[in-house]
């Protein structure tokens, strides 16, 4: 690429005689051809732009069939092409550094002369018609959408019946306009809109209307006379006859100023949080407290209630609310937010399950078993009995999911009812639910490990609360409690020593009594615990189970299992997450009960991340390879339940590691006397 220009000679041009023209020369070096452009200038009147296409160029010389070249161009050369003589006077960098690293030398840049019929039109000349069009798109691209808020208020008691407007204004950063709102109360009396002033720019001093073509850009003269015929008018472009007016800008407004609006006094006495933020930056203002709005003493300021009556006893407590505030009711809202959170997520049911026995003085009452349900997402409670054989009572839903109030309230008043929580719910509490009374007598491991997790919202999981609580109970009997419930050495291999749930919880009966659940003792056992929940299935039983429910339903495709196993594992690792692999027995239909096919993947095995091995998986199903006898027919929905566990999630503790954080220390003539006894028995 070449910078170069040539002259044009003019023969009838005022003052001039030649004209300068620069043009690009480009040179394309795949095929050797040559462009000539001139860049366009406004009002030249000369036709620019392309002046050679693209195309070999040949060079007038009395050797025919030569092509300009790389090498006919640089930087002080004259090459003649077709008639006209250019020059060049400078190049590009990609183009000074080829032809450096071809070897030829390439000069300083050349100063292109002066043209003369460009100086004279340099000279000054006011327009005609004067462009004074004000550029705001960038104003409007940094604050659109950007709004400074403020709270004030009108003062027209002078007037005859007039009172205390408040306003809200609203200051647009974009383009410096504004629009003032009233705020009119309810039941006000007043039919007007609330908009007191519509968006635009507000003048500080308004004497009245402006006449029509005041707002316009230009200033038109009449410089011939007044006839209209014979008139002449043009465009001043010293604008003589302009009328300057002044308009609110944002760093006139703040906390105790005062606006005229069109001859209203409004005084500003508070902003929003983003239009603190906004004058804290910009303005470095720290002082934002807000002014009192006076009170006139005709103004009446009562709190009125609105009188809600009782509640009638039919439907729920939100849906006879409803019928209380429109005419034609509402469904209630539900709190959406909370649903979001605490929906069904993978395998995460975000359902509480405990179970639970009636509590009666009729004997056969006492023997019946329930399963309690609480829903998270709503606080809903479902209670499903789990009738024995033989017993008189059928298998079935026994309260149907819904919000249950909490006993002993007068529901039939205005306020409204409370209901059972999550929170209330844990292993030895007992519930009035519709007048019938549950003991929760346990929980399943997702429940007890769910409470854990979120121990601030469930006190009777909070280890630290229970630690307090043991710490309290155990500082007057704390040698006693040792002396009488620490294990023997010889209690455990490896130096560990292993106190039985049973002592643990039969120790904090007898110091404590009342005052500590049977929820909070699993708590403290299973944080403390020495070993894994001992597994009363064992993976063969599962196993046989297994290819029992296979063989009765005459399922053979493991093939395709396989398939689809393979399909999914992409990498090809040999492992899947659980939910893959659910997602996929799922979809085959394997004709196993859903309680079945989640014990079959507790006892496969996995990665350190958790993923299942699929070839596992296969080994299991295969009744061909090792198939498994049958086994005698068993309920595996029951069976393989949470609730037909006996005993709770909890082995022996670790005695060390709870008398650690226990941390008490006992008094100071019992440590004189049995010192080393204690120490004995405690480590």
């Not at 070449?2 to 009838?12: D, G, N, R, S």
């Amino acid at each position: 690429m070449f910078k170069a220009f040539f002259q044009e000679t003019v023969q009838e041009r005022w003052k001039t005689a030649f004209h300068i023209r620069v043009v690009k020369i480009s040179f394309f070096l795949e095929d050797g051809t040559m462009k000539i452009v001139e860049p366009s200038v406004d009002n030249s009147g000369l036709e620019q732009g392309v002046l050679v296409r693209r195309q070999r160029i040949p060079i007038p010389d009395p050797v025919k069939y030569r092509y300009y070249d790389i090498l006919d161009l640089n930087v002080g050369r004259e090459p003649e092409i077709y008639g006209r003589v250019y020059k060049i006077v400078d190049c590009d960098r990609f183009t000074r550094q080829f032809l450096n690293r071809m070897g030829i030398p390439v000069p300083d840049p050349i100063d292109i002369p002066k043209d003369p019929h460009h100086e004279i039109r340099k000279d000054e000349a006011f327009p005609k018609k004067p462009n004074r069009i004000v550029d705001s798109l960038g104003s409007f691209l940094k604050y659109d959408r950007k709004v400074l808020r403020f709270y004030g208020y009108w003062d027209d008691t002078e007037s005859p019946h007039g009172i205390v407007h408040d306003l809200e204004l609203h200051y647009y950063l974009s383009d410096n306009t504004m629009e003032i709102k009233e705020n009119i109360p309810p039941n006000a009396g007043r039919d007007s809109g609330p908009m007191l002033v519509k968006r635009m720019k507000i003048p500080k001093f308004y004497s009245g209307l402006q006449p029509i073509g005041a707002d316009d850009r230009f200033t038109v003269l009449n410089v011939l006379g007044e006839s209209v015929r014979q008139g002449y008018y043009m465009v001043d472009s010293l604008d003589t006859g302009k009328i300057s007016t002044d308009y609110y800008r944002d760093n006139e407004l703040g906390i105790g100023a005062e606006i005229n609006a069109f001859g209203r006094r409004i005084v500003i006495t508070d902003m929003d949080a983003f239009t603190k933020e906004y004058y804290r930056t910009k303005y470095g203002l720290s002082d934002f407290a807000p002014l009192t709005r006076p009170r006139k003493g005709d103004e009446v300021y009562q709190t009125i209630e609105r009188y809600i009556p009782p509640y009638n006893g039919f439907g729920s407590y939100e849906d006879s609310l409803g019928n209380c505030f429109t005419v034609m009711p509402k469904p209630p809202k539900a709190d959406f937010v909370k649903f979001l959170y605490h929906d069904r997520q993978g395998f995460n049911s975000h359902v509480l399950r405990f179970r639970a026995k009636m509590i009666s003085k009729l004997p056969e009452y006492e023997e019946r078993l329930f399963i309690i349900r609480v829903y998270l997402m709503d606080d809903t409670i479902s209670v499903f009995e789990l009738a024995k054989r033989n017993s008189g009572f059928q298998k079935s839903l026994f309260q149907k999911r819904m919000p249950i109030m909490l006993p002993g309230q007068d529901i039939f008043t205005s306020k409204k009812p409370e209901y059972y929580k999550s929170h209330d719910f844990y292993i030895g509490a007992r519930l009035s639910l519709y007048d019938f009374h549950f003991e929760i007598t346990s929980a399943d491991v997702y429940a007890l490990r769910y409470m854990e997790l979120h121990c601030d919202k469930f006190p009777k999981a909070n280890k630290k609360l229970i630690m307090e609580k043991l710490r309290e109970s155990l500082q007057p009997v704390y040698k006693e409690f040792v002396q009488l419930y620490a294990p023997a050495k010889g209690a455990a291999e490896g130096g560990i020593r292993i106190l039985e749930y049973e002592r643990l919880k039969e120790a904090l009966r007898r110091y404590m009594g009342d005052r500590i659940t049977e929820h909070e003792m699993i708590t403290i056992a299973r944080y403390y615990s020495s070993c894994e929940k001992i597994e009363h299935r064992s993976r063969e039983y599962v196993r046989c189970l297994f290819h029992t429910e296979l063989n009765r339903f005459l399922w053979n495709d493991l093939d395709r299992l396989e398939e689809d196993l393979r399909h999914w594992d992409e990498d090809k690792t040999g492992f899947l997450p659980r939910e893959s692999v659910y997602t996929i027995l799922r979809g085959c239909r394997i004709p196993v009960d859903v309680e079945l096919l989640n014990s079959m993947l507790d006892h496969l095995r996995k990665a350190e991340d958790g993923r299942i091995d699929y070839e596992d998986l296969l080994r299991f199903m295969n009744v061909k390879i090792d198939p498994m006898p049958p086994t005698e027919p068993v309920n595996v929905k029951m069976e393989l339940w949470w609730a037909s566990e006996r005993e709770p999630d909890c082995g022996g503790i670790n005695w060390c590691e709870f008398i650690k954080d226990l941390d008490i220390r006992a008094e100071e003539n019992a440590a004189e006397n049995n010192g080393s006894t204690e120490l004995a028995l405690a480590d």
